[in-house]
């Protein structure tokens, strides 16, 4: 009697530590990481940094696709790394907003807020908010005038992310670039957007770097510096649909400032809008460049201007600060670049400056149906060219290098 009671209890017992074995299981094989479930225990109006990093442990360890998820709410969060390698396809979905710190002394690594790295089949979705809360820092930040300045958080960092998507969320107020994307292989962000006032001091919105494949679409960029930065090492880009301003422009550069840069080639620019900004697309490079680099097969089409400054600019003279010397000319070749269908108003009378390298020309630079209009009235509309033959078609007079220098 004894014994077969001992006997049934081992079998429960037994019976119970299978179902939970396999119910762990079933976890570590995939599916959903709420935050907030009891298990994480994140909750709003708190601080979730480790609620974050415990979900994001698991659910890389899957070896099922698996998906962490921040619901609705307002969550502060010190900083979070969500690295890989990653197991299974993994997403992270974020419905409510997550606050930075304004002060970001307490960062681990003073330059980032947020790291998204090594991984592959990553997907980040969700409408919700990425709060780098700025305001302190860019009122502190004066890396414009001093070389040595502390360094200053960028919203969210992609580091060797391949394969992946980025769709629908936001980046807000960010201290530094929204987001900077480094050694990455096709990566799509959808639907994104950037918020920042005009006056927030280099919050680029997105900056891109030795990366390919990237590809930018159905966006929306407001910020205080440029709308896209495109940096060395740059290849198979395309920005499409994407809507700026108020900000800098869509940049190509600088380049040229440091040894060893890789060629920028094959940036597809087409179907966006500029609206306010202080430049419009430009390719900029420095003066006495350290080595010779290349930035080639750009081409920009069916881009609308309202109120833009500078709207086509390739400078290669850009010194800001008079960091150089302007004597020396830059070492960066620029070829095959095309300006295809760009209208709207330019808010400058200079409204197409092309300025290429003495003793190292621009080549095949073609623009065709080109349609700007100053209305200010500081001087009547024209544009200038040096150093550059371009194929000039459906151009008016005034805009198809009136002055040479
Ligand atoms: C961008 O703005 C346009 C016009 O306001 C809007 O229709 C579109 O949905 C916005 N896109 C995003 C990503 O919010
Ligand atoms: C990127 O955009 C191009 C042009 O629209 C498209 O052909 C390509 O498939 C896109 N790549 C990805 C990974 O979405
Ligand atoms: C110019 O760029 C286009 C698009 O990238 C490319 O197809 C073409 O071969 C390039 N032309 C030359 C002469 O390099």
């Known amino acids: 009697m004894g014994l077969k009671l001992v006997i049934n209890m081992l079998l429960i017992l037994m019976a119970i530590s299978s179902t939970s074995a396999s119910r762990s299981r079933e976890l570590l094989g995939g599916g959903v990481f709420d935050v907030t479930s009891g298990k994480y225990g994140a909750k709003p ?48 979905q974020v419905c409510g907003t997550l606050q930075a710190s304004p002060d970001g002394a307490q960062l681990s690594k003073p330059d980032t807020w947020i790291m998204f790295s090594y991984l592959d089949r990553f997907t980040l979705s969700g409408t919700g908010i990425f709060d780098g809360q700025g305001q302190q820092a860019w009122k502190a930040n004066d890396c414009h005038k001093n070389p040595k300045c502390s360094s200053i958080a960028i919203n969210m960092r992609f580091h060797s992310v391949k394969n992946s998507l980025v769709r629908d969320v936001s980046s807000l107020n960010s201290k530094n670039f929204h987001v900077n994307v480094l050694g990455c292989e096709r990566l799509t962000f959808q639907h994104f957007t950037v918020t920042a006032p005009e006056t927030s001091v280099n919050t680029d919105g997105i900056h891109i770097g030795r990366s390919t494949g990237i590809n930018i679409t159905d966006s929306n960029i407001s910020t205080g510096d440029d709308c896209i930065s495109i940096g060395d090492g740059t ?94 000319a830059s070492k960066v070749k620029i070829s095959n670049v095309s300006f295809r269908n760009i209208r709207g108003t330019s808010s400058t ?41 371009p194929t000039i078609t459906r151009v008016p007079n005034p805009l198809a290098c009136a002055t040479k220098s």
């Not at 395309?238 to 940049?251: D, L, M, Q, R």
């Not at 290349?294 to 600060?321: K, R, T």
């Not at 200079?350 to 149906?369: F, H, N, Q, R, W």
């Open 235 to 328: 290849k198979q880009l395309t920005i499409t649909k994407v809507t700026c301003g108020p900000g800098h422009g869509i940049s190509i550069g600088s380049l040229g400032r440091y040894p060893k840069e890789e060629p920028v080639t094959g940036i597809y620019i087409k179907s966006c809008t500029l609206s306010n900004t202080m430049n419009g697309i430009r390719i900029k490079t420095w003066p006495n460049s350290p080595a010779a680099s290349i930035a080639s097969d750009i081409h920009f089409e069916d881009i609308i201007m309202n109120n833009v400054g500078n709207p086509i600019l390739i400078d290669q003279e850009y010194c800001p600060w008079n960091l150089c010397n302007k004597q020396v």
């Open 45 to 92: 109006n708190s601080d979730i940094t480790q609620a974050i990093a415990n979900a994001w442990k698991d659910a890389c360890a899957s070896t099922m696709p698996s998906k962490v998820i921040v619901p609705k709410g307002i969550y502060k969060l010190k900083e979070a790394n969500f690295n890989g390698p990653c197991k299974a396809p993994i997403e992270l």
């Open 349 to 389: 009378p200079l409204a197409l400056k092309i300025l290429c390298a003495k003793g190292l020309p621009c080549d095949k630079v073609e623009m065709t149906d080109i349609n700007l209009k100053y209305n200010g009235k500081q001087g009547s509309l024209t544009s200038q060219c040096s150093n550059v033959r």
